[in-house]
């Protein structure tokens, strides 16, 4: 088989491998300028035998020689790379074999062929790691050709070769690093050997300056150390505590030491170790003092916690410099120095503080004890033994549960068992054996104890006896459950609320679209009664009851505005009493006989500002509703008082004020009312009473009223116990501020001297309406269907005396077309007309001071009154 043969496929991408990798994977194993090794004279002997080769080689090629691991017939160990053959074998794959190298133009002028004698035939198999890295070969040479190349035996032969020698390279590779990390274990469990034989004299020791003596005997052997001292921390300086190795007139000398003073002061002032080698080529000041005892090396390090310092501990020796591993374990132990160090202050403090407690505890007002961690009690003081009665040492252990109630024994110890697992503050209750036998309710409570690092301690808790104090506790159970409840009620006030605001919503836009229709109706209804003659008494009694119906569809949809909190008010101020008076003949007429109503008026009754009519149909309805629920009669009292709403009340009730208000209370008892109901009742369209017999929203009308006045509206009641509605209307103060007028109307006023009014609408059939009716009252009448067509028509017609138009327009609405128009017409009077407006001619329900504006839909009649009453109006 020749070279040609060896090459039958595509070279691998792991062939063509850099010289990076190869010099890598060579670093790897180690391998080259090694002693021989019989494993490879084996593979090399074995190459030549099988070949019946003269020459044979393990090789490894870098990038500047060819290097031979092992060699038959060759008398060296390695080659430059550029005389080298291997070098072209390593760049394909499986085996290279050339039967006549003087006959390849590869090696022409290579001296090792073009000599007399010189090579002939060569065959090679590549050595490639696991990766695929090429990094040398295992080859045959002879001085004579071989034309017939080699046999696929041969072939087979130096692959399973090359193969065997990989498989030893990477045994030999991984027995060196199994070698190496058995030598850093060794090291390894030395220095950890030594830390934990530095963690154990730190933990047992009982003071600083044997703890430090006792460490540089552990460390001084393993790390050839000379020196060691330690200085702590004083109020404004360093002070030696403890010093090996330093001659007694150093160390007196060195007993104090000022923060920046010599390398321990720098590393106080710094809070950074300090690592120094070859101290005596040192021109240092701060070494001067190392270098008079002979050191070489020194380390001093802070101790530190958290971010204090509590001193310094250095170490010094006359050999050479630490290692990284000497470093380390010197380091741990100076970290766990630190920690011993704070320590041994922690156990001073607390054997004095100890001291303190107990002194005291047995002069301390209550029954204390102690426990360690494991929940022993270890400490009872005399107002323990004082209250139980028991021998005194006899309750430490668990022996105070002895003095415990036999029936709460159990509860306590277990409730104690668990507190003191989790490491948790412990309070239980239970009854204890007073030393006269009678047993007491105590409190008997702990604060979990840990030091500064976060070890738990154990418990401080004290005994109370509480007794007395049970019925106290009692009655606090009952105040925490009133005020859960109340923070429910809070709760449910919220969402009421917001239902209502979103149904209210709702409605009030239902109520701007049938108003506009209504207007249509109702005012048709009205132009074709007026057509009509009296003697048409049948077309009369059609046109009444239309009437009659469309005003009742009219009065609900101004229930739904009252419920929405979206109708005009006219606020005046109010005297309840006077108003509930004035009422009484009414709302008798209403109830009828089988009731006895009774009226309960305050004396000085405050006064409130409310839209007076409203405020009639408030109470009106709260009667009618009494009524119904006293279907067998029963006795409806009205009330008024002054009341107080406080701040704790308006927390509870969402959208309620703190204040003063004036109360009306209307009583009944009839039925009453499950808290379903009442949850319900000022839900529009909600009622109880048969399909026909209520619309379900008086009381709804009553809520979106008082709410829409700033007041309050709640009711009481109880199935079979009747119900109370009281209604706080806010308390008026200061002046009278209102803007009412009265006038009794009896006959349509019509226009005597035919003005000029300007009929402003986008709806056509009520633009229409509005019209027709004005026409046949008297006046002349322009009409624009928008605020621009208007501004021209007042441009055009000087004479026009009223601008009459709508709110709710589009683009432009009817308040902002009255500012165009006054700005270019002032004095000129102007009349609004709505159906539903927000905040277009009033804020807050109550109308701008000032604006006329007559509420969809309105009769002629109702028409000629305003129109008249605006017209006569003195500017």
Not at 38 to 63: G, S
Not at 225 to 231: E, G, K, N, V
Not at 639 to 656: F, K, P, W
């Amino acid at each position: 088989m020749n070279d040609s043969d060896s090459r039958d496929g595509p070279a691998p991408s792991g062939c063509d491998i850099d010289n990076a990798a190869r010099a890598a994977a060579l670093d790897r194993y180690g391998i080259l300028d090694t002693a021989r090794e019989r494993v490879f004279d084996d593979v090399a002997e074995m190459a030549a035998d099988i070949l019946d080769a003269p020459m044979a080689v393990v090789n490894f090629v870098t990038d500047e020689r060819q290097w031979f691991k092992a060699e038959v017939g060759i008398g060296r160990n390695e080659l430059p790379l550029d005389v080298s053959i291997c070098r072209h074998a390593v760049l394909q794959p499986g085996v290279m074999v050339v039967p006549d190298l003087s006959q390849d133009a590869r090696f022409d002028g290579n001296p090792l062929v073009h000599v007399v004698e010189g090579l002939r035939f060569y065959a090679g198999a590549v050595l490639q790691t696991p990766e695929g890295v090429p990094v040398g070969t295992v080859c045959v040479l002879d001085t004579s050709p071989r034309p017939e190349g080699i046999s696929r035996r041969q072939e087979r032969a130096l692959r399973a070769l090359a193969a065997h020698t990989m498989a030893q390279l990477e045994l030999r590779r991984t027995a060196a690093l199994a070698e190496a990390e058995t030598a850093r274990a060794e090291k390894r469990g030395q220095r950890l050997s030594l830390l934990a034989q530095g963690a154990a004299l730190l933990l047992a020791a009982d003071d600083a300056a044997t703890m430090i003596r006792d460490m540089f005997a552990l460390l001084e052997r393993p790390f050839a150390l000379d020196t060691c001292f330690f200085y702590a921390c004083g109020d404004n300086d360093l002070r030696l505590v403890a010093a090996m190795g330093l001659p007694p007139e150093i160390e007196q000398q060195a007993g104090r030491l000022e923060y920046g003073q010599t390398i321990c002061g720098v590393v106080a002032q710094t809070h950074e170790a300090v690592h120094l080698s070859r101290i005596q080529d040192l021109d240092n000041p701060d070494a001067a003092f190392l270098k008079a005892i002979g050191l070489q090396t020194y380390l001093s390090s802070p101790l530190m916690r958290g971010n204090r310092l509590l001193g310094t501990l250095s170490f010094g020796r006359k050999g050479p410099a630490f290692s990284d591993g000497e470093l380390e374990v010197l380091q741990t132990l100076v970290a766990q120095t630190a920690t011993a160090v704070e320590r041994l202050r922690a156990d001073d403090r607390m054997r004095e503080s100890e001291a303190r407690f107990r002194n005291m505890a047995d002069n301390a007002p209550v029954m204390m004890w102690v426990t360690d961690p494991s929940g022993v009690c270890t400490y009872l003081n005399a107002g323990w033994y004082a209250f139980t009665g028991q021998e005194k040492g006899r309750g430490e252990g668990y022996g105070w549960l002895e003095a415990v109630h036999p029936d709460d024994r159990p509860a306590a110890e277990r409730a104690f068992v668990t507190a003191n697992a989790e490491r948790r503050n412990y309070r239980v209750d239970f009854r204890l054996r007073r030393a006269d036998g009678v047993y007491r309710w105590t409190i008997d409570a702990a604060a979990a104890r840990f030091d500064h690092d976060g070890t738990y301690l154990g418990y401080v808790g004290s005994v109370i006896d509480i007794d007395e104090r049970k019925v106290a506790e009692a009655e606090l159970e009952a105040r925490v459950a009133a005020a859960l409840a109340e923070q429910a009620l809070t709760e449910d006030a919220l969402r009421q609320s917001q239902k209502m605001e979103a149904v209210g919503q709702l409605t009030g836009g239902i109520a701007h679209d049938f108003n506009n229709m209504l207007a249509v109706v109702i005012g048709s209804l009205d132009l074709l009664g007026r057509r009509i003659g009296i003697d048409d008494a049948r077309s009369r009694r059609y046109i009444d009851a239309a009437n009659d119906g469309a005003r009742r569809a009219a009065n609900l949809t101004q229930r739904l505005l009252a419920f929405s909190r979206r109708q005009p008010l006219n606020p005046e101020p109010i005297d309840v009493n006077r108003l509930v008076t004035g009422m009484s003949t009414l709302i008798r007429g209403s109830i009828g006989t089988d009731i006895q109503m009774e009226t309960v008026l305050a004396g000085g009754s405050w006064r409130t500002l409310a839209d007076s009519n409203q405020l009639e149909n408030v109470i009106l309805n709260l009667a009618v509703n009494a009524r119904d629920a006293m279907p067998e009669g029963g006795r409806l009292t009205i009330e008024t008082q002054n009341a107080h709403l406080d701040d704790r009340y308006a927390a509870a009730h969402i959208g309620v004020s703190a204040g003063q208000y004036v109360l009306i209370a209307v009583t009944d008892t009839g039925e009453g009312m499950s808290e379903d109901v009442i949850a319900k009742a000022f839900d529009p369209f909600f009622t109880t009473k048969e399909v026909g017999k209520g619309t379900g929203l008086g009381l709804s009308q009553v809520y979106g009223f008082v709410k829409q006045s700033g007041g309050h509206v709640k009711i009481y009641s109880e199935r079979g116990e009747g119900t109370t509605v009281k209604v706080y209307m806010p308390r008026l103060v200061g002046a009278d501020v209102a803007h009412c007028v009265e006038e009794a109307v009896s006959d349509a006023p019509v226009s005597e001297q035919g003005e000029v009014i300007l009929v402003v609408e986008d709806e056509p059939a009520v633009r229409q309406f509005s019209m027709d009716a004005l026409g046949m009252l008297g006046y002349r009448v322009l009409e624009a269907d928008g605020a621009a067509a208007a501004l021209r028509m007042l441009e055009a017609h000087p004479e026009i005396a009223l601008l009459f138009t709508d709110v709710v327009m589009p683009e432009v609405n009817g308040a902002k077309l009255a500012e165009l128009a006054l700005e270019r017409r002032p004095g000129l009077k102007v009349l609004f007309t709505t159906g539903y407006s927000r905040n277009a001619v009033y804020h807050n329900g109550v109308l701008d001071v000032g604006v006329e504006l007559i509420g969809k839909p309105f009769s002629i009649e109702e028409l000629a009154t305003k129109i008249r009453q605006v017209l006569d109006l003195r500017v």
